[in-house]
C-alpha cells in the first residue's frame, strides 16, 4: 500500500454522526473523492458503514438507487439535510 493508499483514521465524534445518520434515515449531501481522484456532489442514503482492509467505509445510496461504498477519509465535505 503507498501512501497515497494509506488510510487516515476519521474522528470518532464524526463516525457517529454517520452512525446516527444511518439510524434516523437522514439523507446526506456528501463530496467526496473517488480512488482515481474525480470529486463527487451527491445526495445520498446512508446505510451501513464497513471495515475491509484497515479502512472505514460508509454505504450509501444515491438519488439513483446505486449503491456507494464511499471510503471515509476520502469524505472532503458532509452536511446535514434542514429538518
Known amino acids: 500500500m503507498s501512501d497515497d493508499e ?3 483514521p476519521i474522528p470518532c465524534g464524526l463516525y457517529s454522526e454517520y452512525e446516527v445518520a444511518i439510524m434516523h434515515r437522514k439523507i446526506l449531501p456528501l463530496r467526496w ?3 482515481n481522484g ?3 456532489l451527491e445526495q ?5 458503514l464497513q471495515t ?3 479502512c472505514e467505509y460508509l454505504i450509501a445510496e444515491n438519488s439513483k438507487g ?3 461504498e464511499i471510503r471515509l477519509d ?3 465535505h458532509c452536511t ?4
Open 6 to 8: 494509506r488510510y487516515t
Open 33 to 35: 473523492r473517488d480512488d
Open 38 to 40: 474525480t470529486d463527487h
Open 44 to 48: 445520498v442514503m446512508p446505510k451501513d
Open 52 to 54: 475491509r482492509n484497515h
Open 66 to 68: 446505486a449503491t456507494l
Open 74 to 76: 476520502r469524505i472532503l
Open 80 to 83: 446535514e439535510e434542514p429538518q
